[in-house]
């Protein structure tokens, strides 16, 4: 198999902007898609799944702010390494699996400072 060189690859859609510059100065991913378009394409996908994640943390945390700050970090994590799925509910399910994760975090951290606040003789068990 042969590959054709850097220079010699069309600009990739959505990319005109910067169509002046060289395409080894593009950064372009190996799918082909600039880290912008990849981070454009990455909130677009999240903006439709902010719905279905707010409902989930608010299943699993029962209270409104701590499921917004699940969402939050869900999203965080999920932006540090996007991945590349060809199907959109495959994105839904890899973000929900990252909020669960999140969500459970936030529990287990409510129930160890609540512990702590605790009288000595009750956070003992006696």
């Known amino acids: 198999m042969t ?4 220079e010699l690859l069309p600009p990739t859609a959505g ?3 910067r169509a002046d510059l ?8 190996p799918d082909g898609q600039s880290r912008d378009e990849r981070k454009s394409t990455f909130e677009l996908q999240f903006s439709r799944s902010r719905r ?3 409902f989930v943390a608010r299943r699993i945390l029962k ?8 969402v ?3 999203r965080l994590t999920a932006s540090r390494h996007p991945p590349r799925f060809s199907s959109e509910g495959a994105f839904k399910s890899w973000l929900v699996r990252i909020l669960i994760d999140e969500a459970t975090l936030l529990l287990r951290q409510k129930e160890n400072n609540s512990s702590k606040h605790l009288p000595e003789h009750i956070s003992d068990g006696r």
């Open 72 to 74: 939050k970090n869900c």
């Open 22 to 29: 060289p395409v080894g100065c593009r950064h372009l991913e």
């Open 52 to 54: 279905l994640l707010h």
């Open 15 to 17: 990319s005109a902007e």
């Open 63 to 70: 209270c409104v702010e701590e499921a917004d700050e699940a």
């Open 3 to 6: 590959y054709a060189s850097p």
